[in-house]
């Protein structure tokens, strides 16, 4: 074969590639700690399908999606079903779930007590306020028997939910992100596994009582609905559902962080 036809040749099979041969950058906003580090995990795996993965870190639960309905990202990964479901209503989103990722049982911490049981009456105890997250911990601590709440109550109770407080606890709602940083000042706080690594705390070893990993807390990767039958979203999913991941994962957080594909 000549040069000139080697040439055309080569040209033509670059043409027939798919779109994501060409590499393509993907901005991924997650919060800081196991989720920002399992997507550095994920990363080395994606670039071998055409996608460049640029991690963004929030700080907090809001901004993440406002980022990415507004299109200053394509994608993140930090939530729950029950908090993107939450904020959709809220706020009007057009984002959505594409793929189940991992669950971190929140735990119940202490620097006081030892147990649930050594809490005395009046106790104060942490929560965080966002509506998803501070049902959740008030779920939580009506499966461990501290309190009761509204039947049929669902995945967002309140305070005022509450119908039995035996131990008369006070409940502080703070942004979920400071519960590391509360528990000199509380007798207890729920904190999510996340901010719980980011505070120096071990979800294993730490909790004085822990959430049953099994439920709806599930995370997800979401990306706006007009993106999700788009390549690079089944090659994100497929870079993040890999043997190497899951051994990763494990391998790093001991448990507690669990995989859920």
Do not use: C
């Not at 399992?38 to 639960?61: R, T």
């Not at 965080?128 to 997250?133: G, M, Q, V």
């Not at 000042?185 to 996340?194: E, F, L, P, Q, R």
Request: net charge neutral.
């Amino acid at each position: 074969m000549s040069l000139k036809k080697l040439g055309l040749a080569a040209l033509l099979s670059i043409a027939a590639l798919p779109a994501l041969a060409q590499t393509q950058t993907i901005r991924i906003g997650a919060t800081p700690g196991p989720h920002a580090q399992i997507l550095e995990a994920v990363k080395p795996i994606a670039a071998k399908k055409g996608l460049d993965l640029k991690i963004v870190e929030f700080s907090d639960y809001v901004v993440p999606n406002t980022a990415l309905a507004g299109g200053d990202i394509e994608a993140n990964s930090f939530q729950n079903q029950p908090y993107l479901d939450n904020q959709v209503a809220d706020r009007g989103f057009k984002i959505e779930s594409v793929a189940l990722t991992v669950n971190f049982p929140i735990g119940i911490y202490s620097k006081k007590h030892k147990s649930l049981d050594a809490l005395p009456n009046g106790a104060t105890i942490s929560i965080p306020n966002d509506p998803t997250n501070g049902g959740r911990a008030l779920l939580l601590l009506q499966d461990k028997g501290l309190i009761k709440l509204k039947d049929n109550v669902g995945f967002k109770p309140t305070p005022i939910d509450i119908t039995d407080n035996p131990k008369k606890i006070k409940f502080v709602e703070i942004e979920a992100a400071q519960g590391p940083r509360v528990l000199e000042d509380v007798d207890a706080s729920v904190i999510n596994t996340n901010y719980a690594t980011a505070g120096g705390l071990d979800p294993v070893k730490d909790p004085i009582a822990r959430e049953n990993p099994k439920g709806p807390y599930v995370n997800l990767i979401a990306v706006r609905s007009e993106d999700k039958n788009k390549p690079w979203v089944k090659a994100l999913v497929e870079s993040y559902h890999t043997p190497e991941v899951k051994q990763f994962i494990e391998e790093k957080f001991k448990g507690s962080v669990l995989t859920s594909w």
